[in-house]
């Protein structure tokens, strides 16, 4: 059974870091390329980040460009994300989502973590 | 990157409706277009993918279709577990994009 369990969210000050995992479990991790995606409270869906299956090919939404960085350890069948310069408007709970064709991010999505809270605040 | 419009961003409907939400490509996306479901409280359910390919599991009365730069998802007699909002998807970038949302209400 695929499985995909975030970590790392929590209350943060504006200008402040934060740094998510997404563990992974019950298949091949680095056959697939992987996205994190965020959802601000009662919004839509917007994609953040995603990496392909050996960290070769990484691509950013341009509202986290500069600012996000994510990365993997396939040793560790983990994903990252590396949040500086911390924004109020990055408030949201983050997925991280396994892509559904080999190797490449840029696909559909057919699992899902259940989400990390991030919460920037003074 | 490619911005992805759907419409409406509210549909009120009843039990044993047909629904059709359309979502439209700022340019191209060949057939790189899902359909997500996503209910309150809970992580995105993928529909539909290829714009017309079923995902496993996924009741018959869903269906997509389009091509190019306009694409739909149809629901045929709506049940009360649809009621809901649902997200398309393009994958035709390595910037990927997801449209703003349609909320399927109860009328």
């Known amino acids: 059974e695929v499985q995909l369990v975030e970590s790392g969210g929590g209350v943060v000050r504006p200008g402040g870091s934060l740094r998510l995992s997404c563990a992974a479990s019950?298949?091949?991790?680095?056959?697939?390329?992987l996205s994190w995606v965020r959802q601000a409270p009662g919004k839509g869906l917007e994609w953040v980040s995603g990496?392909?299956?050996?960290?070769?090919?990484?691509g950013y939404a341009d509202s986290v460009k500069g600012r996000f960085t994510i990365s993997r350890d396939n040793a560790r069948n983990s994903l990252y994300l590396q949040m500086n310069s911390l924004r109020a408007e990055d408030t949201a709970v983050y997925y991280c989502?396994?892509?559904?064709?080999?190797?490449?991010?840029?696909?559909?999505?057919?699992?899902w973590g259940q989400g990390t809270l991030v919460t920037v605040s003074s | 990157a490619i911005q992805l419009t759907q419409s409406p961003s509210t549909l009120s409907a009843s039990v044993g409706d047909r629904v059709t939400i359309t979502c439209r490509a700022s340019?191209?996306?060949?057939?790189?277009l899902a359909w997500y479901q996503q209910e309150p409280g809970k992580t995105p359910r993928l529909l539909i993918y290829?714009?017309?390919t079923l995902e496993s599991g996924v009741p018959s009365r869903f269906s997509g279709s389009g091509s190019g730069t306009d694409f739909t998802l149809s629901i045929t007699s709506l049940q009360p577990e649809d009621f809901a909002t649902y997200y398309c998807q393009q994958f035709n970038t390595n910037r990927l994009t997801f449209g703003g949302g349609t909320k399927v209400e109860i009328k």
């Open positions: 019950g298949f091949i991790f680095d056959d697939y390329g």
């Open positions: 340019q191209g996306i060949s057939s790189a």
């Open positions: 990496i392909n299956w050996n960290g070769a090919t990484i």
């Open positions: 989502a396994r892509g559904s064709t080999y190797y490449d991010y840029w696909s559909f999505y057919s699992y």
């Open positions: 290829d714009v017309s």
